[in-house]
């Protein structure tokens, strides 16, 4: 049996979708895991790597850049030193390391080159690296320099974990949507790199009367925040909500949608693109990462990332069979069953575990 820690590991991150989830699905595959009992505290100290040594076996490492990004370049670069030290230490100390790279580099990058030194470090380091797509696979080899022991496991169908999604028609009339309207929905928390400015820009040379955009989610960046209420403003076709949302009024908005919008400026995997094609949405999307993997042109339409091409596949989807676009959205995300990613994640627990100490 494998004892291990999910890392980010405070309490709180058993509620999110995603982690959460796994965790409680490895549970289920005999996995243990070492959870903390409150939020406070550092939950990889040399301290606590020394106690647990010998009973926590492995160490499951997702998003990171956290540990080390702080207020300035040159305390970011000593907090990424301690960090690499404490997982230098985990591996003389005879835990197992995985990664999951859901990114090759964080959204925000503040720091590129200790976020790109970070990264190299922490592809070394780790006994065995998880990617959700084979173009994860490459880059992860090309940029990184890392090839064996890498495992592609696909984001898991989130089907099983939805809230009950009510009928189109009464969640339309709940949002004082039209029958004949056509709502292009973006949900999720509101960062730079998402480039919800410039989908309403796009959005504004689409022509229709019955197209809407619907802009659904936390808004932490105020300049930010204020300029997407401002652009909004100029479109009695946009509807923004930008706040927290529960999982009951999120199911409301995926409902009442014909199509989800995501027009990352760069991303290698996505959640929320997951969660559409689980929810039978049609995704729009730039053609990048593992969304061309995932998104095939039967539930979905990439666009190269240049001017007018968001709004050209925002036209172009809008003259097509949405409810045909949705079935197969939700047939596609069928093909990467929720069970299948759970139990090749254990897979991969297993056989780090075995190969032995240090």
Same mark, same amino acid.
């Given at each position: 049996?494998?004892?291990?820690?999910?890392?980010?590991?405070?309490?709180?991150?058993?509620?999110?979708?995603?982690?959460?989830?796994?965790?409680?699905?490895?549970?289920?595959?005999?996995?243990?895991?070492?959870?903390?009992?409150?939020?406070?505290?550092?939950?990889?100290?040399?301290?606590?790597?020394?106690?647990?040594?010998?009973?926590?076996?492995?160490?499951?490492?997702?998003?990171?850049?956290?540990?080390?990004?702080?207020?300035?370049?040159?305390?970011?670069?000593?907090?990424?030193?301690?960090?690499?030290?404490?997982?230098?230490?985990?591996?003389?100390?005879?835990?197992?390391?995985?990664?999951?790279?859901?990114?090759?580099?964080?959204?925000?990058?503040?720091?590129?080159?200790?976020?790109?030194?970070?990264?190299?470090?922490?592809?070394?380091?780790?006994?065995?690296?998880?990617?959700?797509?084979?173009?994860?696979?490459?880059?992860?080899?090309?940029?990184?320099?890392?090839?064996?022991?890498?495992?592609?496991?696909?984001?898991?169908?989130?089907?099983?974990?939805?809230?009950?999604?009510?009928?189109?028609?009464?969640?339309?009339?709940?949002?004082?949507?039209?029958?004949?309207?056509?709502?292009?929905?973006?949900?999720?928390?509101?960062?730079?790199?998402?480039?919800?400015?410039?989908?309403?820009?796009?959005?504004?040379?689409?022509?229709?009367?019955?197209?809407?955009?619907?802009?659904?989610?936390?808004?932490?960046?105020?300049?930010?925040?204020?300029?997407?209420?401002? %652009?909004?403003?100029?479109?009695? +076709?946009?509807? *923004?909500?930008? !706040?927290? /949302?529960?999982?009951?009024?999120?199911? =409301? #908005?995926?409902?009442?949608?014909?199509?989800?919008?995501?027009?990352?400026?760069?991303?290698?995997?996505?959640?929320?693109?997951?969660?559409?094609?689980?929810?039978? %949405?049609?995704?729009?999307?730039? +053609?990048?990462? *593992?969304?061309? !993997?995932? /998104?095939?042109?039967?539930?979905?339409? =990439? #666009?190269?990332?240049?001017?007018?091409?968001?709004?050209?596949?925002?036209?172009?989807?809008?003259?097509?069979?949405?409810?045909?676009?949705?079935?197969?959205?939700?047939?596609?995300?069928?093909?990467?069953?929720?069970?299948?990613?759970?139990?090749?994640?254990?897979?991969?627990?297993?056989?780090?575990?075995?190969?032995?100490?240090?």
């Amino acid at each position: 049996m494998v004892n291990a820690r999910c890392i980010p590991s405070s309490p709180s991150w058993l509620n999110s979708f995603y982690i959460g989830n796994l965790i409680r699905g490895l549970q289920a595959e005999g996995i243990t895991f070492d959870l903390p009992a409150d939020e406070s505290g550092d939950f990889l100290s040399a301290r606590w790597l020394r106690a647990r040594a010998g009973r926590v076996e492995l160490l499951h490492f997702h998003w990171t850049h956290y540990h080390y990004t702080s207020d300035t370049w040159r305390r970011s670069a000593m907090e990424l030193d301690k960090f690499i030290g404490k997982i230098a230490l985990a591996r003389r100390l005879g835990y197992r390391i995985v990664w999951t790279m859901h990114n090759y580099m964080p959204h925000e990058r503040t720091y590129p080159l200790l976020h790109f030194a970070e990264r190299f470090l922490l592809a070394r380091l780790a006994h065995a690296v998880i990617v959700h797509c084979e173009y994860g696979r490459t880059l992860l080899q090309r940029k990184l320099l890392r090839s064996d022991n890498v495992f592609v496991i696909p984001l898991g169908d989130y089907s099983p974990y939805l809230p009950p999604l009510p009928g189109r028609e009464s969640a339309r009339k709940l949002l004082e949507f039209e029958p004949n309207d056509i709502v292009f929905l973006f949900f999720g928390m509101i960062r730079p790199y998402k480039q919800v400015p410039e989908l309403i820009r796009e959005f504004q040379f689409v022509p229709g009367d019955n197209l809407r955009l619907v802009i659904t989610g936390v808004a932490p960046f105020d300049e930010l925040r204020n300029e997407i209420l401002d %652009l909004a403003r100029t479109d009695r +076709r946009i509807q *923004c909500e930008l !706040e927290y /949302i529960s999982d009951e009024q999120l199911a =409301l #908005y995926l409902s009442a949608a014909n199509v989800a919008v995501f027009p990352y400026r760069d991303i290698l995997g996505s959640g929320s693109a997951i969660l559409a094609l689980s929810s039978g %949405l049609p995704i729009v999307a730039p +053609r990048m990462g *593992c969304l061309v !993997e995932w /998104i095939t042109p039967d539930c979905g339409v =990439l #666009y190269d990332p240049r001017p007018g091409a968001l709004a050209a596949a925002l036209q172009q989807v809008s003259g097509r069979d949405l409810r045909a676009m949705g079935s197969a959205a939700q047939a596609r995300a069928r093909r990467f069953p929720w069970e299948v990613m759970v139990r090749d994640t254990a897979q991969v627990y297993r056989r780090v575990g075995e190969g032995g100490k240090g």
